[in-house]
């Protein structure tokens, strides 16, 4: 859906301020095309969505309608996605429970193991029968491409540690680890950190010669929402790795790029400020609603009248909070607004609603357009 028909459908409703729009056919119209890229192009590919990416219940029922796998890191996110219906479930890091633990092992739901303690509850399975399990693993992007050098907490060092780990587990004669994943909590967004995630994984996995059902890359992907990549430069890069096994699952959370498009945060002016340095123009939102971790100050906006090409001092959208620094958009250009004016911030569906809390502000209502 294009921004101009947002603005067109919102014009004569009476949204309550500040509040997310959700737009749902975009959701359902995103997973039909990968869906569909699945089916023609990339086979072995496996999609799956993280819970805490957006927790709405619209969301969920329309992902789980969609029988879209779920991938969940906590107690609270398995039993929701348990309760709402979900029949494929990953579990992943360091918050599991030792019940939802064995109970998801139990249910043949794929659960990567992060930790020691996670080791240590395998000793509770009992079982006439295999029990599948993944291990979650880690090694620095830096030393393969020009990123930001991160020693992440999260699972067993590929390189350094899992051989060890590997020993271990093969004690347990009822137990088979088919799966391997990783997932790197920084920035870096290209398709090249994919691909050379995909070649480490199944290079460690010939080398100690596991039988592999799955890799699960993780997530990060950013694409749907005017970004530089798109979906298939994703997958381009990842099927240029020549050691892709056709029988071995690619398991992708692409959640940042499926839900940030499908979001809009609608906001009100309801005050002007002019100052000798800088004109202030005080929405009913705030920062704190888009990207509380953001240091940004501006971010995509969408102007029902366009700001006149007049340079002078410098224009704040700015937000509802204490903070100085809750500043919503940046601009030399004056800015054409007025009182009662609305204005719309684009692609803002990931890591939005489901981290925001009660704090100055009360959590913005969503709409479904």
Known sequence: MEIQDVQKLIKNKNYKTPCYIFKKQKLINLVDYIRDSIKTKYHNLYLAYSFKTNSDKEILKILSEKNVCIEVVSNKEYKIAKKIGFKNIIYNGPAKTKKTFLNALKNNYIVNIENQRELTWLKSLKSKKKIKIGIRVNFPLSDFIDTKIIHSRFGFNLYKDLNKILKKIKKYKHIKIVGLHYHITNMERSPEKFKVITRELLNFAKKHKLELDYIDIGGGFDCFSNSKFTFDDYMKSIYSCKKINKNIKIIIEPGYGLINSCYDYLTTIVDIKKTEKAN????????????????????????TKKPLNKKGKENYIVGMSCMESDRLYVSNNKLNLKI???ILFKNCG??????????????????TL
């Open 350 to 367: 990931a890591y939005t609603s489901s981290w925001i809390s009660d704090f100055i502000l009360h959590k913005p209502k969503i709409y």
């Open 280 to 303: 202030y123009f005080l929405c009913d939102g705030s920062k704190l609603h888009l990207n509380i971790k953001s240091k940004t100050n501006s971010f995509q906006v969408d102007f």
């Open 340 to 342: 009662n004016d609305k």
